[in-house]
T-cell receptor, first 113, second 112 residues
Framework: DTGVSQDPRHKITKRGQNVTFRCDPISEHNRLYWYRQTLGQGPEFLTYFQNEAQLEKSRLLSDRFSAERPKGSFSTLEIQRTEQGDSAMYLC???????????FGQGTRLTVV | GESVGLHLPTLSVQEGDNSIINCAYSNSASDYFIWYKQESGKGPQFIIDIRSNMDKRQGQRVTVLLNKTVKHLSLQIAATQPGDSAVYFCAENSGGTYKYIFGTGTRLKVLA
């Protein structure tokens, strides 16, 4: 296992379109996180899964955003009716336990035009 | 709201010198802290972590110091190298929540 994998690396979409990103965590990690990062800022927490259960969601995750982790392995993040303000780097991370380091993927850079 | 912030947005150091990157946190309930390094176009890379029951932890060329009294965290990099040039983030996690809260970051520039 080479780490957390995210696909695609880059996505350009027109405003109003839906997009979906995928994250494959490190195989034995049951904890998975989604973060959003804009230029010059630190990552902002979006949501957290423990196995297939979504246990925490940020207020940043509007009703246009939905995340799933159906079998407790990979996860998807969908953004419906994209807006220019959604342009950012979307990062996925996984960890083995609480108080354990979270390993990040390379991110998906979304540009909404 | 709770926040983690950094004192200096940009730090320039000569190659071979030691670097110190500082971080202030506001949540006194935070009990776990991580330093991440992020290079341009890449995801954050774990450097070192520390639990709140410790005040110092050392890794390879890096040391993290935690002062809970003043809610301050620092990352020391010994003999800074050009490959250390990146943005450094501190992140905190408070018991009972799952999320890691990140600060804005400090850009470290290593001068040849």
């Amino acid at each position: 296992d080479t780490g957390v994998s995210q696909d695609p690396r880059h996505k350009i979409t027109k405003r109003g379109q839906n997009v979906t990103f995928r994250c494959d965590p490190i195989s034995e990690h049951n904890r998975l996180y989604w973060y959003r990062q804009t230029l010059g800022q630190g990552p902002e927490f979006l949501t957290y899964f423990q196995n297939e259960a979504q246990l925490e969601k940020s207020r940043l995750l509007s009703d246009r955003f939905s995340a799933e982790r159906p079998k407790g392995s990979f996860s998807t993040l969908e953004i419906q009716r994209t807006e220019q303000g959604d342009s950012a780097m979307y990062l996925c991370a996984s960890s083995l336990a609480l108080w354990a380091e979270a390993f990040f993927g390379q991110g998906t850079r979304l540009t909404v035009v | 709201g709770e926040s983690v912030g950094l004192h200096l947005p940009t730090l320039s150091v000569q190659e071979g010198d030691n670097s110190i990157i500082n971080c202030a946190y506001s949540n006194s309930a935070s009990d776990y802290f991580i330093w991440y390094k992020q290079e341009s176009g890449k995801g954050p890379q774990f450097i070192i972590d520390i639990r709140s029951n410790m005040d110092k932890r050392q890794g390879q060329r890096v040391t993290v110091l935690l002062n809970k009294t003043v809610k301050h965290l620092s990352l020391q990099i010994a003999a800074t190298q050009p490959g250390d040039s990146a943005v450094y983030f501190c992140a905190e996690n408070s018991g009972g929540t799952y999320k890691y809260i990140f600060g804005t970051g400090t850009r470290l520039k290593v001068l040849a």
